[in-house]
């Protein structure tokens, strides 16, 4: 009696493990990571960096009538 007991949960351990080891795992890094921000006489600049392309971006945002907003990329890092 205690063998198949041991043998049925082992059975069910071996499969609970498939199950949990073929699930997906998401990636659920953010796209892009706030390095820094910074602002000085209505303007307003905030750095970010993107670890996929390795690529850094800074946008800018002036103060006025017109608020603009303008993100280029600064840098390709190696």
Do not use: H
């Amino acid at each position: 009696m205690n063998k198949i007991a041991a043998m049925l949960l082992m059975v069910a351990c071996t499969v609970y493990g498939f199950y949990a080891f073929a699930q997906g795992r998401p990636d659920a890094r953010p796209a892009v990571a706030a390095i820094g921000t910074s602002s000085s006489n209505g303007v307003s600049f905030a750095w970010f960096y993107e670890a996929a392309d390795r690529t850094v971006y800074v946008c800018r945002v002036g103060q006025g009538a017109a608020d603009t907003l303008d993100c280029k990329a600064k840098a390709t890092l190696p």
